[in-house]
Structure formats: C-alpha cells, structure tokens
C-alpha cells in the first residue's frame, strides 16, 4: 500500500460497469485501500442493476449514462469527464474485479518514468500468472502479431483494459475513442497519430462477476473480425 502521493499529478481511476453490483463495492473499497490518493470515478453504462446505487453508497463520482453505450462509450464518456477536469493521469480498471489495485503504482511509477503516453498491464509479460483457454490464447496471439506489425513494435496482450494515460493522450481518447473494439483500435489509432505506448507485467485475477463474452472457437472469430478492422 502506498500511503501518499505528492501532489505533482492529478490523479483519477475511471471504472466502466455494467450490471456489476457484486463487484464493484469490494472494488471501490480495495482501491481506496491501496491507493487513497486516486480519485475514483464509476461510469454506470445503463445497468439493470444495483451498481448506480452500491457505488453512490461509496462516496465516489458516478456518471450515470442514460442507456448502454458499451465498453468503448463508457470508457469515453469517463475520459471526457476527466479531461474537462484537469486530470493529468488516468487510470483505466474494469468493474469486474480483474484488474488488482495493488498493480496501480506499478503503471502510475512506469507512466512517470518512461514519459509514454499509454502503459497497458500486460498478463504476458515476464513470468506469466494468468491461463486463458486454448482457443482464446490462440485468437489472442494472432491478434497480438497482426498489431504488432502495424505499431511496429511488440504488443502482448491486445484486449487488456488495464491501462494508464497521461493528458495529452486523455485529450484524444476524449474527443475519439472506438467503440466496437475498444482496446485494439485504441492502440493502433494512437500510434498512427505519433503516440506511444508501454507494457508493464501485472497480475490478473479471476473476474468476482460476470464473465467474457469472448470465448471458445468465438474467441478466434472476434480476433479475426478486430484484425480484420483494423487492416
């Protein structure tokens, strides 16, 4: 746990939820935990749920988005409310408990460090602690190949939505952003407009809710459907 941050950067963590009522209190109160000085914004993307209300209770910002616009929209809409505010960095996590607090330092110290505009917590890098299914890892590596010919340099772990931008970034996610596959498109866009970017080892975690819509022989079909885009 860090306990304080000096106060050289603006700091918010954004976390898209939908219909994540079971993990999205734990979750809120694990990063406030582990990193007191993040301020945490919850983008409700028209649950049908008790999310809104479970993370009203937790005294954090929640924009409550009139309908489901999906990942990307929601990751937007938390981008263009942290730009028109002055944040500096943002952090980027997932409401269903994947994406451990306790692995943020690591992206807010690598973002400082190496200047990149982006930091992705990568599951494969360095000594792997995640397994995904046969099928999924295959979808996934050939998705990772055909991005990194286009960025010209290695991306492992091209569906990861851990990530870490700084303002100049956050600036052009907030004004465009994808939608239909959001992490992908977001990193070959941001390297055709001359940003950059930097992957970092993380640990994941078994989601506390919900689960991928990407799986099985659909896994290969979605990687080759998002190759396909972005060609």
Not at 17 to 40: C, H, Q, T
Not at 95 to 109: F, M, T, W
Request: hydrophobic share 35%; aromatic share 10%.
């Amino acid at each position: 746990m860090i306990e304080h941050q000096p106060k050289k950067s603006k700091i918010a963590v954004i976390i898209p939820a939908y219909n994540e009522e079971k993990s999205i209190g734990p979750l809120i109160d694990e990063i406030k935990k582990e990193v007191p000085f993040l301020d945490i914004i919850v983008i409700n993307d028209g649950s049908r749920d008790e999310t809104a209300s479970v993370a009203c209770s937790k005294n954090v910002v929640v924009l409550d988005l009139p309908c489901n616009l999906g990942v990307g929209g929601a990751v937007q809409a938390g981008f263009r409310y942290t730009y028109e505010r002055g944040y500096d960095l943002v952090v980027r996590v997932d409401g269903d408990g994947q994406h451990p607090p306790q692995e943020i330092p690591k992206l807010i110290k690598t973002i400082s460090k190496q200047g990149s505009d982006l930091v992705i917590g990568s599951r494969y890098v360095g000594k792997r602690s995640y397994e995904n299914t046969t099928l999924r890892s295959i979808g996934i590596k050939l998705l990772s190949f055909f991005l990194s010919l286009i960025c010209r340099n290695w991306v492992t772990d091209p569906t990861s939505g851990f990530w870490i931008i700084n303002r100049k970034l956050l600036y052009y996610f907030a004004n465009e952003y994808p939608a239909e596959y959001p992490e992908p498109e977001a990193i070959a866009l941001l390297h055709r407009h001359g940003y950059n970017c930097h992957e970092v080892p993380v640990r994941f975690r078994l989601r506390t809710s919900g689960k991928s819509t990407i799986h099985g022989f659909g896994a290969i079909y979605y990687m080759i459907k998002v190759s396909l885009a972005l060609a």
